[in-house]
């Protein structure tokens, strides 16, 4: 593409996607780049009432922005890092991870009140097996629902359900201006791996774009979403197996934590290693060899032939 032409860039088109494009296209027009947002609608966002889990494919919320990419209708591509697939597709490369956003999950109350009394029998709506199954297995004795779709679709059903509450991300609500002073921050539920962080793509062969996308980049940040995963993806995993990561900055050290349950909560392993900032780059993978060595494939396998 010439230097005047505008960068074409490829966005999903819920609202949060939109924030995500937008926040990607002010960094560059920082820098004397014109832009121009392109919204493309996702297969996962077709698809309301499916879980993410059953959809059977990996990345059901990047591939049509991929075939636009490899196509040339857009020039770069704008993701929530979580969703992005551990291998991206071929042609197509990670060009900057933007600053990061809040990392932990929340738990929004369907009537405004105070924290329920956990000791007795609820149901919370969420469509992530990850939060389900760290959810059961702290309260067993709770229910949990299907809850997909955007912010505001996911928001608008807890209103009209019988839940006490459902899980979201606190960046995502934060960053709509939706997050309700009476949310309850779980610092207990380890996020999903890249929670809270922004990708940029691009072709593989697009020097200049890399360039130009280099200084949106937060070393730090891609880092320890780097880390995270490698995690998921030695762990094997994807949409349908609950595993949790994060890796945070600790006085010139990385700490990383990282866990994998069973879908029903009974069954979990966790792990938590630091190392000094040179030598953190290989933690994610070096946590999951030890859960492996302990047996965490039998969870993996149990997934697997359970047929999830």
């Known amino acids: 593409m010439s230097g005047h032409q505008p960068i074409r860039i490829g966005t999903r088109d819920s609202k949060l996607a939109l924030w995500q494009a937008d926040t990607v296209k002010r960094l560059l027009e920082q820098r004397g780049y014109a832009c121009e947002l392109v919204p493309v609608k996702s297969e996962g966002d077709l698809d309301l009432v499916t879980p993410l889990y059953a959809m059977g494919v990996q990345g059901v919320f990047t591939k049509t922005l991929d075939a636009y990419l490899l196509s040339r209708k857009i020039d770069i591509a704008v993701h929530s890092m979580k969703d992005v697939p551990i291998q991206l597709a071929r042609g197509i490369v990670q060009a900057a991870v933007l600053k990061r956003g809040d990392t932990r999950d929340v738990l929004v109350l369907r009537d405004g009140s105070e924290k329920p009394d956990m000791t007795v029998d609820h149901i919370i709506g969420t469509g992530s097996v990850r939060r389900k199954a760290q959810w059961l297995n702290r309260y067993p004795h709770h229910t949990t629902e299907n809850l997909r779709g955007n912010v505001q679709t996911r928001l608008q059903k807890l209103k009209n359900s019988n839940w006490s509450g459902a899980i979201f991300a606190a960046a995502g609500l934060e960053r709509m201006g939706l997050l309700p002073a009476e949310a309850v921050t779980l610092d207990w539920m380890l996020p999903a791996p890249a929670q809270g962080a922004v990708m940029v793509v691009c072709r593989e062969e697009d020097e200049a774009l890399k360039e130009k996308c ?27 197996t609950p595993i949790g990561g994060l890796a945070t900055p600790e006085d010139e050290r990385i700490v990383f934590r990282g866990n994998i349950l069973s879908t029903d909560g009974h069954n979990k392993m966790e792990i938590a290693l630091s190392a000094a900032l040179a030598d953190a780059a290989q933690l994610g993978k070096e946590a999951a060899e030890a859960l492996l060595k302990d047996g965490a494939d039998d969870i993996v396998a149990q997934i697997r032939n359970a047929g999830i």
């Open 214 to 240: 280099t200084g949106m980049n937060d070393t730090m940040t891609a880092l320890c979403t780097g880390i995270e995963r490698d995690f998921l993806g030695r762990l094997m995993g994807g949409c349908s």
